[in-house]
Every structure is written in structure tokens, then in C-alpha cells.
């Protein structure tokens, strides 16, 4: 049976590099891998691109409301998809995260998605956090902080400065800049942590943890 995976790692931990790299493993075997990107990550537009430079366009652009059972099946039949690759995972909806399962385990072919665990706020998003209740393999893709601790956080930064307030999807229309951080550097250059919808008490004091 084929397989669900979520690789997950904060900012710069080489995602998109390694998804590249393993598409490519399936092209040089004469295989037939699909990459798929949600439409909503504008920031490479149709490419996926790493860090180190490299770049590849996108088989499938998805929309917030597009089916990605009909999306793959529009590019190509499934019969002919040896693997999908979907970067940017964590913009993923519920929906399409479950269409994935389904794609996987279904009409056998592995679906591997690579994307971020949590916001700049330490809050899921939606698509990572059904990755993570549904996946059949769960991997973290490991990097360091400016400290050379491991970095779990990812940090945004408007104007030079760290903020802990404002949406959570910032591509288009902000300038917005990210970093990785371990715990101890979010709490001192962002702030305390806190689970959405808890709110600063009355006093305008910040919980501890």
C-alpha cells in the first residue's frame, strides 16, 4: 500500500531542495512523479525553488477550491503518476489533505508533502495539522538557529523587527522577512508563546509559557 508522508521542518530547513531532489531520483528511473503547489503560495509563482538556486516549474497549480484527485487527474492519468510531490504543504486545506490520503492509500500512489508544522504565532496551520492526524509517516526535516541550537519556530520579521501579531498567511502585499528559531531565542526576540485564542490578561501581562 502506498503511503501518506508529511516532511515538515521550520524555515530554511532544505524542504524544497529535498523534494527536487527526490522528484528527480524518480525521473532519472524513467518514473512519472507529479509536483504540486497550492496556488495560494505566489511568492516563486508556478516554480518551486530552493535556496541553493534550484528551480522547477509545477505540474499542478492548486486553488483553495480545486480538487486534488481532479486536479491530478486533469494533468494526468493516475494509472501513469508513479509519485506526487506537493510543496508548500502546510496551505493545503483539510479537504485536499484527505483527498491525498485517498490518492495514497486508495489508488496507490505515495503522496509525499513537504511543508512548515506551525506559523509565526507557534499556531498549526490547517493543512499541517491534518497531515499530521492522517499521515502515515511523520518526518522532521531538522536546521539551526542563529544560536546553532535546532530551530522549531519560524519568526517573522516586518521592518527589522520580530512581531507575534497579524495574519497567517503573509505573502502577498507585506514584506515580510522569516527566520528559524529555536525556543529559547523565540521567547527572548518574539515573545512568550500562546495557544490560539488565549488571549493577555486584563493587566496586559503575558502568560509565562
Do not use: W
Request: proline residues 4%; negative net charge.
Amino acid at each position: 500500500m502506498a503511503k501518506l508522508y508529511f516532511r515538515y521542518g521550520a524555515m530554511n530547513s532544505s524542504k524544497s531542495a529535498l523534494l527536487l531532489t527526490a522528484a528527480y531520483n524518480y525521473e532519472e528511473r524513467d518514473q512519472h512523479p507529479v509536483i504540486v503547489k497550492p496556488g495560494i503560495d505566489t511568492k516563486a509563482g508556478r516554480s518551486v525553488s530552493s535556496r541553493l538556486g534550484v528551480e522547477r516549474q509545477v505540474d499542478v497549480l492548486l486553488g483553495g477550491e480545486d480538487s486534488l484527485l481532479e486536479a491530478l487527474v486533469a494533468h494526468r492519468p493516475l494509472e501513469g503518476i508513479d509519485a506526487v510531490f506537493i510543496d508548500e504543504a502546510q496551505f493545503l486545506t483539510p479537504a485536499q489533505v484527505d483527498e491525498a490520503f485517498v490518492v495514497a492509500v486508495r489508488h496507490g500512489v505515495p503522496v509525499l508533502c513537504y511543508g512548515l508544522r506551525g506559523d509565526f504565532m507557534t499556531h498549526s496551520f490547517p493543512g499541517s495539522l491534518r497531515l499530521l492526524e492522517i499521515a502515515h509517516a511523520i518526518e522532521e526535516l531538522k536546521t539551526i538557529c542563529r544560536c546553532g541550537s535546532k530551530a522549531i519556530f519560524n519568526g517573522r520579521v516586518i521592518g527589522g523587527v520580530f512581531v507575534s501579531h497579524g495574519e497567517q498567511v503573509a505573502i502577498d502585499g507585506q514584506q515580510a522577512d522569516y527566520e528559524s528559531l529555536c525556543g529559547a531565542c523565540y521567547l527572548e526576540k518574539v515573545g512568550p508563546v500562546r495557544a490560539a485564542g488565549v488571549p493577555e490578561d486584563e493587566t496586559g501581562a503575558q502568560p509565562l509559557f
